[in-house]
């Protein structure tokens, strides 16, 4: 596996691992438990040793899970968790990234993933009602106690990255990022190049469908984060088709997958890009990290490029609730 640098010198895996899915937001889950430790340990064993996580996932039982599966490969591995939300009872009651939340979401990150630092955490929606500078501050603070050795933003706008910037330096901004979704092309990723912070694209290969395995006719259950995504509806679907014909046309002549592809297109944006798209299968582990191997030509990379607006792209990427502390 490659590797790659983000911000402030920290060097992670070219792909890393997003582990939300095997908590939440995809339907039930394949396997028990120790089979989703056991694929969080084969991807470490492939060299996929930049793990993402947050304590709303679940909530908090997805830090607990992947706790588990670096309790004996701590030293191998980057893990990153984000703060930033109002639990109660295991529901969001909204953002808060007060000073003192901040630090009590740090030291339950700390418990339940079983480690003494924090690798990198992020602010995971930015608040509106605490100035982004304070929040800045206290994680600098928690980083001159050891309790954290980078400072994260997810979600993030341009002003917003620069101000926190000037407080604690940022290392890395986690947003949105794949072929049909391009929004931090407008003014995100040029500011992250400026101030030498890294990308971190969630949902790179925009929830499966760039995998080029869902069906246009698909239908998505009340647990899965995807019916309630304005994109995944049944007319958005079928005009989005056309996105993932192209992708998996190109990956048949490159000998690659339609993911590989997706993926690929995206380290192949900016140096300082680091993907983390999640899975449960150890085959999907291995076809994700394939990726870093595939050569795309400057023509099928300009080709990606317009692909989006060539093609056009239906649907939001959230309903209205999902947008909530985004680009802010």
């Known amino acids: 596996m490659h590797r790659r640098t983000l911000g402030q010198g920290l060097e992670v895996s070219a792909i890393g ?49 992947v706790g588990e599966a ?13 703060f930033g939300f109002h639990i109660v009872d295991g529901k969001s009651q909204g953002v808060d990234s007060r000073p003192e939340q901040v630090r009590r979401a740090a030291e339950g990150s700390l418990t339940r993933l079983g480690i003494d630092c924090i690798d990198l955490l992020y602010q995971h929606r930015v608040d509106p009602d605490v100035p982004i500078e304070d929040v800045a501050g206290t994680v600098g603070d928690l980083i001159r106690e050891g309790k954290v050795r980078h400072f994260g933003l997810s979600e ?8 926190a910037h ?50 246009p006719d698909a239908r998505f259950g009340a647990d899965e984060i ?41 380290l192949a944006q900016h140096p300082f890009i680091v993907p983390i798209p999640g899975t449960r299968r ?3 582990v291995d076809e994700n990290a394939g990726a870093t191997t595939v050569a795309l030509s400057a023509d099928d990379i300009s080709d990606l490029d317009a692909l989006a607006d060539r093609v056009g792209v239906a649907g939001n990427r959230y309903d209205d609730a999902g947008m909530a502390g985004v680009g802010l």
């Not at 670096?70 to 984000?82: C, H, N, P």
């Not at 993030?156 to 101000?163: F, H, S, V």
């Not at 931090?184 to 790179?204: D, I, K």
């Open 17 to 65: 691992f997003g582990a939300m899915g095997m908590s939440q937001s995809y339907g039930p889950n394949p396997g028990d438990r120790d089979d989703m430790i056991g694929v969080l340990r084969y991807a470490v064993d492939q060299g996929v040793t930049f793990i993402d996580t947050a304590e709303i996932y679940g909530p908090y039982d997805n830090e607990t899970l």
């Open 70 to 82: 670096i309790g004996l490969i701590r030293d191998e591995v980057t893990v990153a968790t984000k």
């Open 156 to 163: 993030a706008a341009a002003g917003t990255i620069r101000r």
């Open 166 to 215: 000037a407080v604690t330096s940022v290392t890395a901004v986690q947003s949105e990022y794949s072929l049909w979704t391009r929004d931090p092309e407008q003014e995100v990723l040029a500011t992250c190049a400026e101030l030498g912070v890294g990308f971190v694209p969630f949902s790179p290969l925009g929830k499966g469908f760039l995998t080029g395995t869902v069906a």
């Open 226 to 266: 995807r019916a309630r995504v304005p994109r995944f509806a049944a007319e958005n679907l079928r005009a989005n088709q056309a996105i993932v014909d192209r992708v998996r046309d190109l990956a048949g002549d490159r000998g690659a997958t339609p993911a590989q592809v997706a993926l690929a297109w995206l």
């Open 282 to 284: 150890r085959e999907r």
